[in-house]
């Protein structure tokens, strides 16, 4: 289990396939309307609020879901959410979201796993966007999109083909950006190439 904490409203939980299954739970089926999901969302919460002071108690909470490629899932959980009417007045409310579209990210350790993980993807045939961060010690987070981006011209049916880069796990800690996520980044991490990061390691 990780537990990262954004700001005071948002904070984000990574949990493992193992994590989920001992408390006889997968990342496709949580369901706040049962006790076991609820139970062990709010044991989440009481060590999330033991470690990082994060207060789910007073407060609506909104949990999305993102399941990873391992059988696990990130849970992203915002304090004081609006909810939609359909949600009536329930105090917590669970969404399941899928990966797609979205910007992916892998923490390397050293320079050397970045510069190989960027040659991988350029073998790969990679074209879209990408940006760099330095982030503690010799860290470096590398953000970049799973759709290959093709020219304006061509009908729009053959625009954003998704590729699969999961090889980049290989190099690092991989997961999914959202815009909590990203927002996190961009306060705790130096941005050291904001765009084309790839194309301009690999020169």
């Given at each position: 289990?990780?537990?990262?904490?954004?700001?005071?409203k948002?904070?984000?939980?990574?949990?493992?396939?193992?994590?989920?299954?001992?408390?006889g739970?997968?990342?496709?089926?949580l369901?706040?309307?049962?006790?076991?999901?609820?139970?062990?969302?709010?044991?989440?919460?009481?060590?999330?609020?033991?470690?990082?002071?994060?207060?789910?108690?007073?407060?609506?909470?909104?949990?999305?879901?993102?399941?990873?490629?391992?059988?696990?899932?990130?849970?992203?959980?915002?304090?004081?959410?609006?909810?939609?009417?359909k949600?009536?007045?329930?105090?917590?409310?669970?969404?399941?979201?899928?990966?797609?579209?979205?910007?992916?990210a892998?923490?390397?350790?050293?320079?050397?796993?970045?510069?190989?993980?960027?040659?991988?993807?350029?073998?790969?045939?990679?074209?879209?966007?990408?940006?760099?961060?330095?982030?503690?010690?010799?860290?470096?987070?590398?953000?970049?999109?799973?759709?290959?981006?093709?020219?304006?011209?061509?009908?729009?049916?053959?625009?954003?083909?998704?590729?699969?880069?999961?090889?980049?796990?290989?190099?690092?800690?991989?997961?999914?950006?959202?815009?909590?996520m990203?927002?996190?980044?961009?306060?705790?991490?130096?941005?050291?190439?904001?765009?084309?990061?790839?194309?301009?390691?690999?020169?």
């Amino acid at each position: 289990m990780d537990i990262t904490y954004i700001n005071s409203k948002n904070i984000k939980i990574s949990i493992s396939r193992e994590e989920l299954y001992e408390n006889g739970l997968d990342a496709e089926s949580l369901d706040y309307t049962k006790t076991r999901t609820k139970r062990f969302i709010w044991e989440l919460l009481d060590i999330a609020y033991i470690k990082t002071g994060f207060n789910a108690g007073n407060g609506r909470l909104f949990v999305r879901v993102f399941p990873s490629a391992d059988g696990g899932c990130e849970l992203f959980i915002t304090k004081n959410a609006d909810f939609s009417e359909k949600d009536g007045k329930s105090d917590t409310c669970i969404a399941q979201t899928e990966n797609e579209n979205e910007d992916l990210a892998c923490v390397t350790d050293d320079a050397d796993k970045l510069y190989m993980l960027c040659g991988r993807l350029k073998t790969a045939g990679f074209c879209g966007d990408s940006s760099l961060y330095s982030g503690t010690g010799d860290s470096f987070i590398l953000v970049f999109n799973s759709q290959r981006k093709l020219p304006s011209y061509i009908n729009k049916k053959f625009c954003g083909e998704k590729k699969d880069y999961s090889f980049a796990a290989d190099y690092g800690k991989m997961f999914t950006v959202t815009p909590e996520m990203k927002a996190y980044i961009c306060e705790h991490c130096h941005l050291v190439c904001a765009e084309c990061a790839v194309e301009k390691i690999m020169g």
